[in-house]
């Protein structure tokens, strides 16, 4: 599987550079769960990032923490009943 390196704004990863694995299309996930365990009995956290395209030189995308670790809905297929 083909990597990119993707930048991460806000949240604990703020800064880093990580290497993300991308699609058949070359883009990364529209969402990326970073699952966290808790320690000694406690129950573990999940940060969600969100792409968005890059504006710097330094990455094409960048994943921008969403605080309220929501994920974006799936496809909307024609063939499928609108809510």
Do not use: C, I, N
């Amino acid at each position: 599987m083909r990597h990119e390196e993707t930048e991460f704004v806000g949240g604990p990863l703020d800064g880093r550079v990580l290497e993300v694995m991308v699609g058949m299309t070359g883009q990364p996930p529209r969402a990326y769960s970073v699952p966290v365990p808790g320690a000694a009995g406690e129950p573990g956290v999940t940060y969600v990032y969100h792409r968005q395209p890059g504006t710097s030189r330094r990455t094409r995308w960048v994943f921008v923490y969403d605080p309220e670790g929501k994920r974006p809905p799936g496809p909307r297929w024609p063939w499928s009943k609108r809510p």
